[in-house]
């Protein structure tokens, strides 16, 4: 089973920016009630595109400067990086559905 990788400041540029896959990060905090709940929804899309795409959860709390820069001001964020960009955006719970249909796009199928 995949499960999304914890990602922080010091491993973002190696993890994500320079990763082969497109990789969808998680940008979170535990005290934040729909982050919890888009958890098991993103533990599901990891497992379904194992090998395509990789998941990885950032904690906006111990990494301030990345979801800065990436101008998260809402979590949940999920946002996909393709070739060390961000190519898709999306705040706030949403359904699954629509989660892979972000991904799918994003993958360019």
Do not use: H, Q
Not at 35 to 57: Q, T
Not at 97 to 106: F, M, Q, R, S, Y
Request: aromatic residues 8%; neutral net charge.
């Amino acid at each position: 089973m995949s499960k999304p990788v914890e990602v922080n400041e010091a491993k973002f540029d190696e993890m994500v920016l320079k990763a082969k896959l497109p990789v969808m990060v998680d940008f979170w905090a535990p005290w934040c009630g729909p982050c919890r709940m888009v958890a098991p929804i993103v533990d599901e899309l990891a497992n379904e595109y194992e090998g395509k795409v990789s998941f990885m959860k950032l904690n906006v709390d111990d990494s301030p400067k990345v979801a800065s820069k990436y101008g998260v001001m809402s979590i949940p964020a999920l946002i996909i990086f393709k070739n060390g960009a961000p190519v898709s955006n999306i705040v706030g719970f949403r359904p699954k559905p629509e989660l892979k249909k972000n991904i799918d796009t994003a993958l360019g199928g």
